[in-house]
């Protein structure tokens, strides 16, 4: 999975994936298929390692703009103990990579975005309408993938802390002006 988050599809290799695994090229070959079918189990085991511990504060019933200051925090900081400039996030890399011209694995890109604008419309006020939920949430999966295509450019997680609270400000005023 690390492989192919760092690097891409295309620039990783077989030989990249054998000495990232430590497998061989016909134990890949007889579990996942070929490169392909490892990539798109690298998506399962990067929505449950990554994703999942990152959007759990969004499932409670309008946790509020802390729980999504909560998600772009533990991405930030897990970004920035791996190292900045990063690989970013997977699924966002996909979406301009791969996805474009593989059906399958735009499809997997689809579910990681739907997924990811639920949490965030569960996490805005109840008082706004299901309409600017869902234009909020929107806005907001298309800044977490725009931080993560910086944090792919920068080596300062405080930069990236800088740009989640300019979000939050904007959406804060948004929620604040429908009141």
């Not at 999942?52 to 533990?74: K, N």
């Not at 996909?94 to 579910?111: F, H, N, S």
């Not at 920068?154 to 604040?176: G, P």
Request: with cysteine; aromatic share 8%.
């Amino acid at each position: 999975m690390y492989a192919f988050w760092q690097y891409g599809f295309e620039a990783t290799s077989m030989a990249d994936l054998i000495t990232a695994t430590g497998s061989t090229r016909q134990s890949i070959y007889g579990d996942f298929g070929n490169k392909d079918g490892l990539y798109r189990a690298c998506f399962d085991l990067y929505r449950d390692e990554i994703v999942q511990s990152a959007i759990s504060p969004l499932v409670d019933a309008e946790s509020g703009l802390d729980s999504i200051a909560e998600y772009f925090e533990t991405q930030i900081a897990r970004a920035e103990a791996m190292g900045l400039p990063g690989p970013g996030c997977l699924v966002g890399n996909a979406m301009t990579e791969t996805a474009p011209c593989d059906q399958e694995i735009g499809d997997l890109v689809k579910q990681h975005n739907d997924r990811l604008t639920a949490g965030f419309a569960n996490a805005l006020p109840g008082h706004l309408t299901a309409a600017k939920r869902q234009e909020l949430a929107d806005f907001f999966v298309i800044a977490a993938q725009g931080l993560w295509a910086v944090s792919r450019v920068t080596a300062s997680a405080d930069e990236l802390r800088a740009r989640v609270r300019t979000i939050l400000r904007m959406i804060q005023k948004e929620i604040e002006d429908v009141q």
